[in-house]
């Protein structure tokens, strides 16, 4: 498995924006396709987006379309998460994951981030 930690959580107003970010310690970081999933108090975690091992095939949920974008850095062994337009309904805990394969399903996901708390006041 692959450990990872994400960082760059935090609090921000609506209509602002925060990039998160997680670090992965597998040298060979690029053969993993990476997800961003949420997580609200008492409701199931969520598909945000993931991309590919190349970062050229990313996915959004819809209600993130337009406002997220998901990048990687495989020199760095990073994905990132850049977050604009933020709204109170992104408050949720952020987690990375990563797996041999991307999807968009929680299950499909092997190694998982601790998580990386996003509030947006209103």
């Known amino acids: 498995q692959v450990q990872l930690v994400e960082s760059g959580g935090g609090l921000v107003e609506a209509g602002g924006s925060l990039t998160l970010s997680c670090a992965a310690s597998e040298r060979t970081f690029s053969n993993f396709a990476m997800g961003w999933f949420r997580q609200a108090p008492g409701k199931e975690r969520e598909f945000v987006a993931a991309?590919?091992?190349?970062?050229?095939?990313?996915y959004y949920t819809d209600a993130v379309k337009g406002r997220f974008t998901i990048s990687r850095n495989n020199a760095r062994n990073t994905v990132y998460l850049q977050m604009n337009s933020l709204t109170p309904e992104d408050t949720d805990v952020y987690y990375c994951?990563?797996?041999?394969?991307?999807?968009?399903?929680?299950?499909?996901?092997?190694?998982w981030g601790q998580g990386t708390q996003v509030t947006v006041s209103s």
């Open positions: 994951a990563a797996d041999s394969f991307i999807s968009t399903v929680v299950g499909a996901y092997k190694s």
């Open positions: 991309t590919t091992w190349s970062g050229s095939r990313p």
